[in-house]
T-cell receptor, first 116, second 111 residues
Framework: NAGVTQTPKFQVLKTGQSMTLQCAQD?????MYWYRQDPGMGLRLIYY???????DKGEVPNGYNVSRLNKREFSLRLESAAPSQTSVYFC?????FGFGDSTEAFFGQGTRLTVV | DAKTTQPTSMDCAEGRAANLPCNHS???????VYWYRQIHSQGPQYIIH???NNETNEMASLIITEDRKSSTLILPHATLRDTAVYYC????????????FGKGTRLHILP
C-alpha cells in the first residue's frame, strides 16, 4: 500500500530554473492537494483539485501551476523558481465530496526544495 | 484563513492525559472538526474527526461542546512518541473541499 507518493524527495534549484513536482495516489481518491510548509510554520494550501479535470487556487498560488493529469496524478510546476519558494512541499489526497461520511486526507512524505 | 484558534504550545507529562483545546466559534452546521498531527518533518497524519457527537478511536478521543464552538482532543496516556504539532481543522463536505491548516499546537511530552 503505497498511499501518496511524491518525487523527488530532495531538490536544489538555481533561481530562474523550472521544475515539476510529481504526486501520485493509489487510493482512487477524488481530491488532491498541494501544500507548502516553511520552517516553523503550518501548512499553506497552494492548489487543490476536487476531482479529475478541475483545479482551484488555494491560499498561496502565485508562482505555481498545477496539472491534474488523471485521477491518480497531480503535479506542481514552478516555472521560474525563486528563493522565496524554498520550502517543504506536501501532496495529499482524500475521497472528497459526494460520499456519505467525511473522510481524512492522506499525505505524502514531502519534497524538500531549496532555491539558491 | 484558518477557522480555528489553538494554543501555540503545551507540555504534558508522559503517561498523563494530554488535552488539546481548539476554538472554532464560526463553525457552520455542515462543517466537521478534524484533528491531524505532524511528527517532526513528516507528512501530517489523520487522528480523528467529528460533527457534533463525541468520538473515540484507538488513537484519541474528541470532545465537542454542545454549541460546537470548541473542541478538545484527548490523548489518554501520552507517550514520548506523541510529541508533535497538532492541527485542528474545520472542513465542510462540499465541492469546495479545501483543507486549510492553521498554526497548530506544539505538544511536548515530558519524560
Amino acid at each position: 500500500n503505497a498511499g501518496v507518493t511524491q518525487t523527488p524527495k530532495f531538490q536544489v534549484l538555481k533561481t530562474g530554473q523550472s521544475m515539476t513536482l510529481q504526486c501520485a495516489q493509489d487510493m482512487n481518491h477524488n481530491s488532491m492537494y498541494w501544500y507548502r510548509q516553511d520552517p516553523g510554520m503550518g501548512l499553506r494550501l497552494i492548489y487543490y483539485s476536487a476531482s479529475e479535470g478541475t483545479t482551484d487556487k488555494g491560499e498561496v498560488p502565485n508562482g505555481y501551476n498545477v496539472s491534474r493529469l488523471n485521477k491518480r496524478e497531480f503535479s506542481l510546476r514552478l516555472e521560474s523558481a525563486a528563493p522565496s519558494q524554498t520550502s517543504v512541499y506536501f501532496c495529499a489526497s482524500s475521497e472528497g465530496f459526494g460520499f456519505g461520511d467525511s473522510t481524512e486526507a492522506f499525505f505524502g512524505q514531502g519534497t524538500r526544495l531549496t532555491v539558491v | 484563513d484558518a477557522k480555528t484558534t489553538q494554543p501555540t504550545s503545551m507540555d504534558c507529562a508522559e503517561g498523563r492525559a494530554a488535552n488539546l483545546p481548539c476554538n472554532h466559534s464560526t463553525i457552520s452546521g455542515n462543517e466537521y472538526v478534524y484533528w491531524y498531527r505532524q511528527i517532526h518533518s513528516q507528512g501530517p497524519q489523520y487522528i480523528i474527526h467529528g460533527l457534533k457527537n463525541n468520538e473515540t478511536n484507538e488513537m484519541a478521543s474528541l470532545i465537542i461542546t454542545e454549541d460546537r464552538k470548541s473542541s478538545t482532543l484527548i490523548l489518554p496516556h501520552a507517550t514520548l512518541r506523541d510529541t508533535a504539532v497538532y492541527y485542528c481543522i474545520v472542513r465542510a463536505l462540499n465541492r469546495d473541499d479545501k483543507i486549510i491548516f492553521g498554526k497548530g499546537t506544539r505538544l511536548h511530552i515530558l519524560p
